[in-house]
Nanobody, 124 residues
Framework: QVQLVESGGGLVQAGGSLRLSCAGS????????MGWFRQPPGKEREFVAT????????AYADSVKGRFSISRDNAKNTVDLQMNSLKPEDTAVYYC?????????????????WGQGTQVTVSS
């Protein structure tokens, strides 16, 4: 069992930055690939970024590539999402998720554990 808690969301102006953090519990955290997803208002949940168990392999949605960066610290059981050059269309609830596999994925249905989400609002 893994519990995930996100933090770091908030209100920011367009062009600004935010850093989201996800804290995980459980001794098996370091064996799981992790992902960040988001759900904009009135839309379906969408993939943002993923990182494999070691942190050496990452992948991003085209909409955030070059602006967002995912990283993890297995010693601290955390995975972060650094978001730069934020745009109003980045406004969403952001979710952290854990996949019971060492490789990352962009498919939400391949993640077993989910956090409660943190709101990110980007004003124009």
């Amino acid at each position: 069992q893994v519990q995930l808690v996100e933090s770091g969301g908030g209100l920011v102006q367009a062009g600004g930055s935010l850093r989201l953090s996800c804290a995980g519990s459980g001794r098996t955290f370091s064996y799981y690939a992790m992902g960040w997803f988001r759900q904009p208002p009135g839309k379906e949940r969408e993939f943002v970024a993923t990182v494999n168990w070691s942190g050496r392999s990452t992948a991003y949605a085209d909409s955030v590539k070059g602006r967002f960066s995912i990283s993890r610290d297995n010693a601290k059981n955390t995975v972060d999402l650094q978001m730069n050059s934020l745009k109003p269309e980045d406004t969403a609830v952001y979710y952290c998720a854990a996949r019971t596999d060492i490789g990352g994925s962009s498919r939400a249905n391949e993640y077993r554990y989910w956090g409660q989400g943190t709101q990110v609002t980007v004003s124009s």
